[in-house]
Nanobody, 122 residues
Framework: QVQLVESGGGLVQAGGSLRLSCAASGSIFSINAMGWYRRAPGKQRELVARITSGGSTNYGDSVKGRFTISRDNAKNTVYLQMNSLKPEDTAVYYC????????????????WGQGTQVTVSS
């Protein structure tokens, strides 16, 4: 059993900043990539940012230069620092992690958090 718990969402004015956190817990053998996705009303889910266990990152085009993803492997936690927020960043943000558990350490499976709302007012 694995849980991903997000925190840090909320309401912010355009130009402001927020920091999201996502902590993985449970029967974790190892974690590969971790990332953040978002879904805005009426739109498909899209990649925001992703980071490998070695620290390599990739970002969605719409957030490059404004958002920064990082992780603390010792704490099984991934962070998303969001700066210069825009109203179009309003969405539910979901944490994702590829995890091997002790019950089946052969393969990585994707796990998702419950989502945290980010609302940017103009």
């Amino acid at each position: 059993q694995v849980q991903l718990v997000e925190s840090g969402g909320g309401l912010v004015q355009a130009g402001g900043s927020l920091r999201l956190s996502c902590a993985a817990s449970g029967s974790i053998f190892s974690i590969n990539a971790m990332g953040w996705y978002r879904r805005a009303p009426g739109k498909q889910r899209e990649l925001v940012a992703r980071i490998t266990s070695g620290g390599s990152t990739n970002y969605g085009d719409s957030v490059k230069g404004r958002f920064t993803i990082s992780r603390d492997n010792a704490k099984n936690t991934v962070y998303l620092q969001m700066n210069s927020l825009k109203p179009e960043d309003t969405a539910v943000y979901y944490c994702n992690a590829d995890i091997r558990t002790y019950s089946d350490s052969r393969y990585y499976f994707p796990y998702w958090g419950q989502g945290t709302q980010v609302t940017v007012s103009s």
